[in-house]
């Protein structure tokens, strides 16, 4: 066979199984579970409140009044940003039909390491908006010259525009002193300010969305009056919101894909971590993804099951980026307790936990720490929300140790650690090590 024969061969096989992937998979409208698609209204549950107070505050637009400034706030997955873009895009409808140019400007600050940066995200963004070019370059330029071509853009192509800032909070700037003011505050202040100075023809509002309950108190004082937003509160969805938010996007799916549980489970992981509908519907959508690799033509509850397994692994991943090969150590010492033990434990003692690590390290003939250095590096997986501790006391005269909890599945823990820090020589001492673990918990719980 020639090469361009060869070529052409592997194309046609290339695209056999690329429609061959696209018929059998489980998804018919796999767009409904992108949680940052802009859905119908008909679509969002249990945020009946805020949908009717959005709706009034932006409804001046509509009667060529400047809408209020608005902040959101409420922990993650609660549906700020599903709310206000789904009522944006109708206001941007209605007015585009009435003759009134109404703009929506979207820039999430969770990347944005200045506020140089998000001005130009900002030009960058209206430009895009209206198919023209920003302008001035990302660098290279002053902020004010940026600034300048942002309210241009504004002046010469909007009657009115509402500008979303997602994650707000994270915009802090680079601060080289504690007292500093964070970049989010200057940017509110300018944003707030523009018309009233006469640097923008047309109205500006501004939504500022974040998880942080406190953010106004952080806030310069010109900063916060300038602003002075309309609140609206998202609390934590429960379980029964869940479902129905899931149940809303099944359609998603090809008709009788999905096992009657698969719902429910997916809403009942999500609402242990504090009722993230954006996590419910990653779930959802990651069981289907598991089943079209497997080749299913059915979502079942070991896919969801999978599907959880795999987002705490990546959870963990990116928890342990920044932490050092002794962290790591200490952590899948302690992870391996519970997974090893043949006794159901609901806590790890820190004593059992630190004579594994022990071992271990003499097993890699690494570096042991002392008993001190493992409770300050498990203190420090504490923030990073791997483990929460409690101290126990086992009796008079026994005295206090710590035990630790590990907040997601610790053998999912164990195994992403096992791969991270590459540690093929304890593979083959596992039958070892097991009993080693079975041994000091023996000891600790029996030996007295």
């Known amino acids: 066979m020639s090469d361009g024969d060869e070529q052409q061969s592997l194309s046609q096989s290339i695209k056999g199984r690329l429609q061959e992937g696209v018929q059998n998979s489980v998804f018919k409208d796999k767009g409904l579970l992108d949680p940052d698609t802009v859905i119908d209204e008909d679509r969002i549950v249990g945020r009946d ?6 709706i009034t505050y932006l409804r001046p637009a509509l009667q060529g009044n400047r809408p209020p400034n608005m902040l959101l706030y409420g922990p993650s997955g609660t549906g700020k940003s599903l709310i206000i873009n789904a009522v944006c895009q ?15 400007i979207r820039v999430n600050c969770q990347t944005i390491k200045s506020h140089d940066r998000a001005v ?8 895009i ?33 509402i500008i979303i800032l997602d994650e707000v909070d994270l915009l802090v700037g680079r601060q080289r002193d504690p007292n500093d003011e964070p970049a989010y505050s200057k940017l509110l202040y300018q944003l707030s300010r523009a018309s009233q100075l006469g640097r923008i023809e047309g109205d500006v509002s501004v939504a500022a969305l974040t998880n942080d309950p406190r953010f106004m108190e952080n806030l310069d004082g010109r900063a ?6 309309q609140d609206i509160v998202f609390s934590d969805y429960d379980a029964n919101q869940l479902q129905a938010i899931l149940g809303r996007r099944r359609d998603a799916y090809r008709d009788d894909v999905l096992e009657d549980g698969i719902i429910p489970l997916s809403s009942a992981y999500a609402a242990q971590d ?21 080749g299913e033509d059915r979502v079942r509850e070991e896919h969801v099951r999978g599907a959880q397994k795999e987002a705490e692994r990546d959870r963990t991943l990116t928890q342990m980026q920044g932490l050092s090969t002794q962290k790591k150590l200490s952590l899948y010492a302690t992870a391996i307790v519970p997974v090893y033990s043949s006794r159901n434990l609901n806590a790890i003692p820190s004593t059992v936990a630190y004579r594994v690590y ?4 003499d097993i890699l003939d690494t570096d042991e720490k002392s008993r001190d250095s493992y409770l300050r590096y498990m203190s420090e997986a504490e923030t990073y929300n791997f483990v929460t501790s409690d101290k126990r006391g086992r009796g008079y005269g026994s005295g206090v140790h710590k035990e630790y909890t590990f907040v997601d599945d610790p053998e999912v823990v164990a195994e992403t650690l096992q791969s991270d820090i590459r540690l093929e020589e304890i593979e083959n001492d596992e039958d070892l090590i097991r009993s080693v673990v079975n041994a000091q918990i023996s000891d600790f719980f029996d030996g007295k």
Do not use: C
């Not at 130009?120 to 430009?127: G, I, T």
């Not at 504090?274 to 497997?294: M, S, T, Y």
């Not at 022990?358 to 390290?361: A, D, G, H, L």
């Open 129 to 161: 908006g209206v198919g023209i070019d920003p302008g001035v370059p990302e660098s290279g330029v002053s902020t004010d010259q940026k600034l300048n071509r942002f309210y241009e853009i504004l002046s010469e192509n909007f009657d009115s525009v």
């Open 358 to 361: 022990q071992y271990i390290t």
């Open 90 to 104: 109708q206001v941007q409808e209605l007015a585009n039909a009435q003759g009134d140019r109404f703009g929506v």
């Open 49 to 54: 409140q805020q949908l009717d107070d959005i």
């Open 224 to 229: 916060e009056s300038s602003f002075n937003p």
């Open 274 to 294: 504090h009722g993230d509908a954006r996590k419910a519907i990653d779930l959802f959508r990651k069981a289907g993804e598991i089943a079209d690799r497997q």
């Open 120 to 127: 130009y995200r900002l030009v960058e963004n209206a430009a």
